[in-house]
């Protein structure tokens, strides 16, 4: 009898530490799921870039008209990828290259692009890395000699021996969305301002105008012998404007493709921290 209710006990221990355990266990399992918030979900909804589950209709391929754009406000600087920095061309007038195309789907369908706008599969669209943002080209697979004319409104491809990224309606168009890649000619095509899509009017350009802000400082004697240089060697128009007791010393104004294109060009020459500033009647 005192055997068995020994037993009986040292039974009734484990087994209350074995319940204690589990407890402790499920309530760690609770609490590592409701730990989780919406900064730690991927941006997109699927891991793998796949294709849709339908081709793309006769619609969707009809051949684009390029027409003049004036540069977005969104996605013309120079950016930094994987430690990689990027400097935009000043214009996609002349640009030509050969190399391998890819394509992206469905993991991207609906998220922005570098330029805000919404990323559709079925459009006949491009990632470039360099080309400003929007331009026009013409792929040709060099393989079957299919071409196709797309507007590049996003930033990539950023894989070592890629040139370009086309959306999978583009990639169909040109018979690599099976392969996913091939030997691709790009070729920009530049269309001219004309009646139909003349330069925007001359209130719309004084709104835009933008100031490029190099340097501040409270001293402004500071800023003398950089306003000179940057003047001398660039033939820049440079000022100072003093606000909240700093002297910012300012280049421009410029208008969106032009301080699109100096800021390429200052950080490129090594001009870091120089950013935009909009023209007001402040300053």
């Known amino acids: 009898m005192v055997v068995n209710e020994i037993i009986s006990l040292r039974l009734t221990s484990t087994l209350g530490r074995a319940a204690r355990l589990v407890g402790l266990l499920l309530i760690g399992l609770t609490?590592?799921?409701?730990?989780?918030?919406?900064?730690s979900v991927e941006r997109y909804r699927i891991a793998q870039d796949i294709a849709p589950a339908r081709t793309p209709i006769p619609a969707e391929l009809h051949q684009l008209e390029p027409r003049f754009e004036p540069p977005s406000r969104i996605g013309n600087l120079?950016?930094?990828?994987?430690g990689v920095q990027y400097f935009i061309k000043d214009s996609s007038e002349g640009y030509s290259e050969t190399g391998i195309a890819s394509w992206y789907g469905q993991k991207f369908h609906g998220h922005r692009t570098s330029m805000g706008e919404f990323f559709d599969m079925y459009s006949l669209t491009a990632a470039h890395k360099t080309l400003p943002l929007p331009s026009w080209v013409r792929v040709t697979n060099l393989s079957n000699n299919k071409e196709i004319v797309v507007r590049v409104n996003d930033r990539g491809p950023f894989h070592p021996d890629r040139v370009i990224d086309l959306s999978?309606?583009?990639?169909?168009?040109?018979g690599i969305d099976q392969s996913g890649t091939a030997q691709?000619?790009?070729?920009?095509?530049?269309p001219a301002q004309n009646a139909m899509y003349p330069y925007i009017a001359e209130s719309e350009?004084?709104?835009?105008?933008?100031?490029?802000?190099?340097?501040?400082?409270?001293?402004?004697?500071n800023l003398q012998p950089l306003k000179q240089r940057l003047e001398e060697n660039y033939a820049l128009s440079a000022t100072t404007k003093a606000e909240n007791g700093l002297n910012r010393l300012?280049?421009?104004?410029?208008?969106?493709?032009?301080?699109?294109?100096?800021?390429?060009?200052?950080?490129?020459?090594?001009?870091n921290g120089i950013f935009?500033?909009?023209?007001?009647a402040t300053n």
Do not use: K
Not at 78 to 82: A, F, K, M, V
Not at 168 to 174: K, N, Q, R, S, V
Not at 184 to 190: K, L, M, N, S
């Open 205 to 221: 350009v004084q709104e835009n105008l933008q100031y490029i802000q190099v340097a501040a400082t409270q001293n402004i004697a």
């Open 250 to 271: 300012l280049l421009g104004p410029f208008n969106e493709q032009q301080t699109m294109q100096w800021i390429n060009r200052l950080q490129a020459d090594g001009f």
């Open 184 to 190: 691709v000619h790009i070729e920009a095509i530049t």
């Open 168 to 174: 999978y309606a583009a990639a169909y168009a040109l």
């Open 78 to 82: 120079p950016y930094q990828i994987n």
């Open 31 to 39: 609490m590592a799921a409701c730990s989780s918030t919406p900064s």
């Open 276 to 280: 935009r500033v909009p023209v007001t």
